[in-house]
């Protein structure tokens, strides 16, 4: 069975600081990988995603980039914090084809920012 | 992609049947209906997939009628677990994004 893996569950940073954030999938090829973020008592709002290796879409603009150095590797960075960056980052994955195909989350990590 | 309306909140009671209807007037013709659930602190996890009529699983009904306008959610004998927000999506075939509205905040009472 599919599995997806986040870390850390957890993490304060202080301002300015850069961000490495990971996610892991195993048991399935080529998936398509996405990031999101939570803000305190909203929605979901995606980020990045990735079809593939090395493709990663961009949907917000902002200080964050993301990377996939491998195909069941999808990584969320930064490379100075700022304060509106705090949140609950989620990692996805599905599989691919021709969408309508349901996201499967990671638990999350709750970044704060001080 | 289609937006989606759906109530900001509802309350019910252990053991009652739960119905969470969503809008989504502007939906295309190759558009799927998604409803997902969130504990707090979790990932979203998904509930139930359609496109029309009535699709059953082991957890919720999903009733869409012939004009696809609405689609409800229908979670039978609810439990204080149940209590959790619900995302209502409308996702298109050939797209590999969704959109994530702000969901149903449902409460469940003992």
């Known amino acids: 069975s599919q599995t997806i893996h986040q870390w850390p569950a957890t993490l304060v940073q202080p301002v300015g600081s850069p961000l490495s954030l990971e996610c892991t999938v195993e048991?399935?090829?080529?998936?398509?990988l996405y990031w999101y973020r939570q803000a305190a008592g909203r929605g979901l709002q995606l980020l990045f995603y990735s079809v593939g290796i090395g493709q990663i879409s961009s949907e917000v603009p902002q200080n964050l980039s993301a990377s996939r150095p491998q195909d069941r590797q999808f990584i969320l960075s930064s490379k100075k914090l700022l304060l509106s960056d705090s949140g609950f980052y989620l990692c996805?994955?599905?599989?691919?084809?021709?969408?309508?195909?349901?996201?499967?989350f990671g638990d999350g990590t709750r970044l704060s920012i001080l | 992609l289609a937006k989606t309306t759906q109530p900001i909140s509802m309350d019910s009671y252990e053991g009652q049947e739960v119905n969470i209807t969503c809008s989504h007037n502007n939906i295309a013709t190759n558009d799927y209906i998604t409803w997902y659930q969130q504990f707090p602190s979790q990932g979203p996890r998904f509930i139930i997939q359609g496109y029309k009529t009535k699709v059953t699983n082991e957890v919720a009904s999903l009733f869409i009628p012939a004009d696809r306008k609405s689609s409800t959610l229908s979670l039978p004998r609810v439990s204080l677990s149940d209590t959790a927000v619900y995302y209502c999506?409308?996702?298109?075939?050939?797209?590999?994004?969704?959109?994530f509205g702000k969901g149903t905040r449902l409460h469940i009472l003992p």
């Open positions: 999506l409308v996702s298109r075939g050939g797209s590999d994004k969704i959109i």
């Open positions: 996805a994955w599905s599989l691919e084809g021709f969408g309508n195909q349901p996201q499967h």
């Open positions: 048991g399935t090829s080529n998936p398509n």
